[in-house]
């Protein structure tokens, strides 16, 4: 069912009429695309004999190569300095010529908002149009949700009020054959049969995020120790250097970092112990696995990064200084957020999380974030 806002959060019901063509629009951050897989899917049950195109932006285009939910995937660069113009109307021409009946915007600026207006200004828009943000030009206004807000809440109420029931809890991502016989070949390269999984690294910008080498190098012993065949070390061209520092550990240690590309990624942790990282794109891949997941916190918040999934959960110190969303750390007490986590109280974490019947750890430094509750729930 359709609605639009009565008053506050009120919706009335509206008459959508037949939709046979739907165009979902969701372009960055890379990791916003991974986590809105999960409605994806449910966009394509909700409406079974519709024909369904994504938008995306051309960086995006390959994660959907083998997705059977759409039947085209389109990308136009709208935020390249050079071709902006160029490429808007380009942009405008191709979803004029789309036919849509619908077209859902899971981006959170106003861009995309600006391009749809002037779509619905020069005729052929629409005539069921829903953003995470709502107002104009949109026919259809999803609930405001409190913050903070984390980004599938957001695209979650956008696309219920367009009738979608959301029920997938964690990313869904399609890999094709030559990435499960990639994958397969490096279990036997490597005897990957017993093994954990970690993601140590960030974007070279973000790196307030990361946990530390000597964290994880502490923390791979301590999972060996217990009985962990191998540490598989996940990384891309930002962290070269702290996988290969993580690997001098022990042989036990198999660095994956350049031997795998993105949708590998679900293939290899599907079949790992557990998963520990950082707020990491790379976390939001390994999430669609459904693995126990811990991911460490600190200038970021939980609650708005955390990877989707009912067996992830991040940790963060509970310090005045946390969420800066610095660059660097200005505290006095420097790195205070990623000191508190030792490897100890993360590795009881990661026993706990495996197995739920070991003792609770004592959490009285630190807080622990879960998904909870029903997601289809209003």
């Known amino acids: 069912m359709l609605g639009r806002p009565l008053s506050g959060n009120l919706f009335i019901p509206m008459q959508p009429g037949p939709v046979n063509r739907i165009l979902v629009v969701k372009w960055s ?3 916003d695309v991974v986590i809105a897989t999960a409605l994806f899917e449910d966009i394509a049950r909700s409406f079974p004999n519709a024909e369904i195109h994504l938008n995306t932006l051309p960086n995006c285009v390959g994660l959907f190569q083998h997705d059977p939910r759409f039947s085209e995937i389109w990308a136009i660069d709208v935020r390249s300095k050079r071709s ?3 490429n808007s109307l380009a942009w405008l021409a191709r979803s004029r010529a789309g036919r849509y009946d619908m077209v859902i915007d899971l981006q959170r600026t106003d861009h995309t908002r600006a391009l749809i207006a002037l779509w619905w200004m020069g005729g052929g828009a629409p005539r069921v149009r829903v953003g995470n943000l709502g107002g104009f030009p949109y026919t259809v206004q999803p609930r405001v949700l409190p913050r903070p807000t984390h980004a599938f809440d957001m695209m979650r109420e956008a696309v219920r009020a367009v009738g979608v029931r959301p029920v997938t809890v964690r990313p869904v991502l399609y890999s094709g054959v030559a990435a499960k016989q990639r994958v397969q070949a490096l279990f036997r390269e490597h005897g990957l049969d017993d093994f954990a999984v970690l993601l140590p690294g960030s974007q070279a910008a973000g790196w307030l995020k990361r946990w530390g080498v000597e964290n994880y190098r502490a923390l791979a012993d301590l999972l060996h120790r217990t009985g962990v065949h191998r540490i598989a070390v996940i990384g891309g061209p930002d962290e070269v250097e702290d996988c290969q520092a993580i690997a001098e550990a ?3 240690v198999v660095n994956l970092n350049g031997a795998l590309q993105l949708l590998d990624i679900p293939l290899v942790c599907a079949h790992a112990r557990v998963v520990v990282g950082n707020d990491t794109g790379t976390a939001h891949f390994a999430s669609a696995s459904g693995r126990p997941m811990l991911i ?3 200038a970021t918040d939980p609650r708005r990064v955390r990877p989707l999934g ?3 959960r991040a940790l963060q110190a509970d310090l005045p200084c946390i969420n800066c969303y610095g660059k660097d750390c200005s505290n006095h007490d420097y790195l205070a957020c990623m ?3 030792t490897p100890q109280r993360v590795f009881d974490e990661v ?4 197995e739920p019947s070991h003792p609770v750890p004592d959490r009285q430094a630190y807080r622990v974030f879960e998904q909870t509750g029903d997601p289809s729930a209003s």
């Not at 026993?351 to 495996?354: A, G, S």
Request: with cysteine.
């Open 351 to 354: 026993i706990h999380l495996m």
């Open 339 to 341: 000191r508190v986590l």
């Open 84 to 86: 902006r113009l160029r």
């Open 310 to 312: 009912d067996s992830v």
């Open 29 to 31: 951050a890379l990791g």
């Open 296 to 298: 460490v916190c600190g």
């Open 250 to 252: 022990g042989e036990y």
